[in-house]
């Protein structure tokens, strides 16, 4: 239809059709998403289900070999080797390369778990030949994290890290998920959290003393895998839903 400019203008009719042909293409993208989010998961239980005894271990991708928390996090993680354990990490670079490569070191297992990001580095090379799944959805990603993790190991990190550590401790005060240690690493880095923690939300009510007793706090990488092997003396080392 043509305006008195002669110019094409569409009528409501064609607005409409317009709208609809959105509505139905936005359908069909979301449908085949789905399909792509089951492959990842199905590619990811069938590498995760054939690895045994983890414990992630987060942190910054930021800091490098040599510096203080890169050295904390490769000594935490083969502690965890000498007792029995293996390592699971993000994959990337800083504290997981660190980890990964504790692992490798004290010939235990190195599991990575990576995701594409426009400007992320490659995965780290010391994950096993085998042990690697790169995902393109955080939220599968985590699945992974918690379901085959038997214990969460945080060191200095950033917003990612503190996704991991209160998406974990919330699965286990809700009980959605079994529990399992969780370890704060470097009590210089985390105190002014924790103390912000008791004196805001616990002192409002927002959370209970109980939820304060479900993680620990050290410096020390012997300590913390020594909290998770006891934890495990008792119970069995089984996935967590």
Do not use: C
Not at 94 to 107: I, L, P, S, T
Not at 143 to 164: C, N, Q, R
Request: glycine share 10%; hydrophobic share 40%.
């Amino acid at each position: 239809m043509q305006n008195g400019n002669g110019n094409f203008v569409k009528s409501e009719y064609d607005q409409i059709q317009d709208e609809q042909l959105r509505d139905l293409m936005t359908t069909q993208q979301d449908i085949w998403r789905v399909f792509r989010i089951m492959a990842e998961f199905v590619e990811g239980f069938t590498m995760m289900s054939r690895q045994r005894k983890l414990v992630s271990i987060f942190g910054s991708a930021r800091v490098a070999p040599g510096s203080k928390y890169y050295e904390l996090a490769r000594t935490v993680a083969k502690e965890l080797v000498k007792r029995g354990f293996n390592v699971l990490t993000g994959g990337g670079p800083g504290v997981m390369e660190a980890a990964n490569r504790g692992a490798q070191e004290q010939g235990g297992e190195s599991v990575g778990v990576a995701i594409e990001l426009p400007r992320e580095e490659q995965p780290n090379p010391y994950i096993d030949r085998g042990r690697l799944q790169i995902f393109r959805h955080f939220f599968v990603r985590k699945v992974m994290f918690v379901k085959y993790a038997h214990g969460f190991i945080v060191l200095p990190g950033g917003f990612g890290t503190l996704d991991e550590f209160f998406e974990a401790l919330t699965l286990i005060q809700t009980k959605k998920t079994a529990q399992f240690p969780i370890i704060l690493i470097g009590t210089e880095y985390w105190n002014g959290l924790l103390q912000w923690i008791k004196e805001k939300v616990l002192a409002e009510g927002m959370i209970s003393e109980r939820d304060m007793t479900l993680f620990h706090i050290t410096d020390d990488p012997a300590e913390a895998a020594k909290i998770i092997a006891e934890f495990y003396e008792k119970r069995f080392v089984f996935t967590n839903f």
